[in-house]
């Protein structure tokens, strides 16, 4: 079972892939301020896997937790929108399937189903993961939530309206996993490259002044060398590091939770 702290009926259910509290209050509190005091949210924490993702593999493993908690938190009936808190947004393709027509019986039984393959390698749980969304499907149409992730709505919303936009983030190894969530959204004529921080994530993310430094230092050269006017900062932990860097930058920065929000607000109110 996922961690979670209980929100009352109709609240955003924020979703940390990674098994970090710590995380999960940090991107909860951003999303609180966001929204503001008529839409509360409340945070789950994936229940297993890797404190941080920042691989393609932890990414991948990431997947059915998302599944799982967003299920479960359907089926307690106090759901009015999903936000998937990782800037690679896994599960949420899924996610968005099995919410599209699921009702409370088949979340129950999806989640049980994914509770099962938790021990089985990432790729009989990413087979899981499809299957549960597959079993949902097929029950009678229910009332659909918004699903958003913190990745794809802050591209979109950078790039609007044409907008050449970079990203700056602390995580070499998902580089190409970037570049490919950017062409796959149709992004890639707009998208003037990726800058990395110097460090290795886990360093930098246990220094917050290190990390607002080399943050700043790769917005910048989004900025000044790739010619990016907004620049995505990629990553739901570096929340609070975004939040500081649109006071400190000329560019426009947008910062991934605040955007999801924002997305959230667009589709509950469409």
């Known amino acids: 079972m996922a961690h979670a702290d209980r929100g009352r009926p109709g609240a955003v259910v924020l979703i940390n892939p990674n098994t970090s509290t710590a995380t999960t209050a940090m991107m909860t509190a ?29 990414l991948r493993a990431a997947a059915p937790e998302v ?18 808190a990782a800037f690679g947004d896994p599960g949420l393709t899924a996610l968005r399937e099995a919410t599209a027509a699921t009702s409370a019986t088949s979340v129950n039984d999806a989640t049980a189903a994914l509770r099962a393959t938790r021990a089985a390698e990432a790729t009989r749980a990413a087979e ?81 002044a290190l990390l607002l430094d080399q943050l700043e230092r790769a917005v910048r050269a989004c900025a ?28 426009r920065v947008v910062a991934p939770i605040p955007a999801a929000c924002r997305a959230i607000v667009r589709l509950l109110t469409a």
């Not at 908690?69 to 998937?84: I, S, T």
């Not at 790039?159 to 959204?185: C, K, Q, S, W, Y």
């Open 30 to 58: 951003i999303a609180r301020r966001a929204l503001g005091p008529a839409l509360p949210v409340h945070g789950v924490t994936a229940a297993h896997g890797p404190l941080m993702l920042t691989d393609p593999d932890a």
């Open 67 to 84: 599944l799982t908690a967003g299920l479960h938190a359907m089926a307690q009936g106090d759901c009015a929108a999903l936000l998937v």
């Open 128 to 208: 899981a993961t499809a299957a549960a969304a597959a079993r949902a499907a097929e029950t009678p149409p229910a009332a659909g939530i918004p699903v958003v992730g913190i990745g794809e709505a802050a591209l979109l919303e950078a790039a609007a309206d044409g907008t050449p936009f970079g990203i700056a983030t602390t995580t070499p190894l998902l580089a190409e996993a970037i570049a490919e969530r950017v062409t796959a959204l149709g992004l890639a004529d707009r998208y003037t490259g990726l800058r990395l921080t110097e460090g290795a994530p886990e360093r930098l993310s246990a220094d917050p």
């Open 224 to 251: 000044e060398r790739d010619g990016a006017r907004a620049v995505v900062i990629g990553g739901g932990p570096l929340g609070e590091a975004a939040e500081e860097l649109q006071a400190r930058c000329a560019v």
